[in-house]
Nanobody, 125 residues
Framework: QVQLVESGGGLVQAGGSLRLVCVAS????????MGWFRQAPGKEREFVAA????????YVADSVKGRFTISRETGNNTVYLQMNDLNAEDTAVYYC??????????????????WGQGTQVTVSL
């Protein structure tokens, strides 16, 4: 079992920055891939970013490329999502997820077995 707890969300003005944090407990976090997803009001949940088990491979969605960065610290079981130049379209609940089947990063929501409770990000104009 893996427990994921996100933090770092909040209200920010357009053009501002936030850093989301996801802390994993249970199984050793360094042995599986991690990802961030988001769900805006009235929309389906969508992929944002993913990182492999040791952090050597990362991938971010085209919609956030150049603005968001995913990273991890395997020593303290923590994954980060640095979000810069935020705009209103980034307003959503952001979820951290873990894929324990492999150490590879994955973009597919169905391959993530464990999910956090989500953290709200609101970008004001």
């Amino acid at each position: 079992q893996v427990q994921l707890v996100e933090s770092g969300g909040g209200l920010v003005q357009a053009g501002g920055s936030l850093r989301l944090v996801c802390v994993a407990s249970g199984r050793t976090a360094g042995n599986y891939g991690m990802g961030w997803f988001r769900q805006a009001p009235g929309k389906e949940r969508e992929f944002v970013a993913a990182i492999s088990d040791k952090g050597g491979s990362t991938y971010v969605a085209d919609s956030v490329k150049g603005r968001f960065t995913i990273s991890r610290e395997t020593g303290n079981n923590t994954v980060y999502l640095q979000m810069n130049d935020l705009n209103a379209e980034d307003t959503a609940v952001y979820y951290c997820a873990a894929d324990t089947a492999t150490g590879w990063l994955t973009l597919l929501e169905d391959e993530y077995e464990y999910w956090g409770q989500g953290t709200q990000v609101t970008v004001s104009l």
